[in-house]
């Protein structure tokens, strides 16, 4: 068995597959279900606000293109954040953690970091920039000036590991811009993508748009979403500092994709909409189809590409 593990601070993942934030995750049942899987590599929590939020109206995904893809405008429904918190304080973890918050407000994000501060807990948070689905509000990591002030904040008083979870970009002065911000922060990870935002997807028969909320307008995930995916995190890899790790996310339905991803400079991978289809066995049919890959190139560690994406001349 080749060598598939990564490195975020102090934490050592034994597998390189992660659920994506939101999909399998809602409850301590499916977050147990998440860590008794054995090539799960570490569990991230739904985006947690300071309140429970019962979400958006039904229906509100929608799988496209006979699973190629999905459209989701879920609008955060989670348990608040005690109950992740609580969740995580109940035992001890064989695997990292990764506590995943979206404040609606500058402040509410603030005050959901503080509360993380100020508890026992001990794994990794990562600070959701980038939900695309709560009506009136933006994605926030579009306004690099937000971006910006919010994490000069949070660095005043946070001192636990942290990252950031990001949208998509599009061009690549925006790859400089945000990496240009991130780099002056002691983030220990990046992980894009969230869903490509404010997709929009209609049913001929009827007419009419899929989903309810903002008038059939969601964020956009699944295999349709690979290539913009694998972008960002190679676009971003060139440009943050070594100390950052990369979580990639966005269109994982194979081995050939992680090993993709991987060439990129991703650390670790999670996976949101097939992990929707499959359940989290999906990890080990990756695990197995990433090693058999491996195998055949004759890799004994994922050290040796990680990042070694090669150009064209
Ligand atoms: O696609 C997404 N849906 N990304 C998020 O960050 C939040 C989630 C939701 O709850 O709407």
């Not at 070594?242 to 991803?261: E, L, R």
Request: aromatic share 8%.
């Amino acid at each position: 068995q080749p060598q598939m593990t990564a490195q975020i601070g102090n934490f050592t993942f034994k597998h390189l597959f992660l659920n994506a934030s939101g999909v399998y995750c809602r409850t301590k049942q499916n977050l147990d279900d998440l860590l008794d899987n054995q090539a799960t590599g570490g569990i991230v929590t739904k985006s947690a606000t300071l309140r429970s939020r019962k979400g958006n109206p039904n229906p509100r995904y929608h799988s496209i293109l006979n699973g190629a893809g999905s459209i989701n405008s879920m609008g955060l429904p989670n348990y608040g954040l005690q109950y992740y918190l609580d969740y995580l304080l109940s035992k001890s973890f064989d695997k990292p953690t990764i506590l995943s918050v979206a404040g609606t407000s500058f402040d509410e994000n603030i005050e959901l970091l503080k509360q993380i501060q100020d508890s026992d807990y001990q794994g990794m948070t990562e600070l959701n920039l980038s939900c695309p689905n709560v009506v009136g509000k933006p994605q926030i990591a579009y306004d690099f000036e937000t971006t910006n002030k919010i994490l000069t904040e949070v660095f005043k008083f946070f001192k636990k590991p942290i990252g950031v979870k990001l949208p998509p970009y599009f061009d690549l002065n925006h790859f400089d811009q945000i990496a240009k911000i991130l780099n002056q922060f002691p983030l220990d990870h990046v992980n894009s993508i969230n869903s490509v935002g404010n997709g929009l997807w209609i049913d001929i028969e009827t007419e009419s748009v899929v989903i309810k909320p903002k008038k059939g307008f969601g964020g956009i995930g699944g295999k349709m979403v690979l290539p913009t995916g694998l972008a960002n995190v190679r676009a971003l890899r060139e440009r943050l500092k070594p100390s950052i790790k990369m979580i990639g996310t966005g269109g994982i339905t194979s081995g050939k994709d992680v090993f993709a991803y991987l060439l990129c400079g991703a650390d670790l991978v999670s996976v949101g909409t097939q992990l929707g289809i499959e359940s989290p066995k999906i990890f080990n049919r990756l695990e197995s189809e990433l090693a058999a890959i491996m195998v055949e190139k004759g890799y004994t560690s994922v050290n040796e590409f990680r990042g070694k994406l090669k150009s064209l001349e």
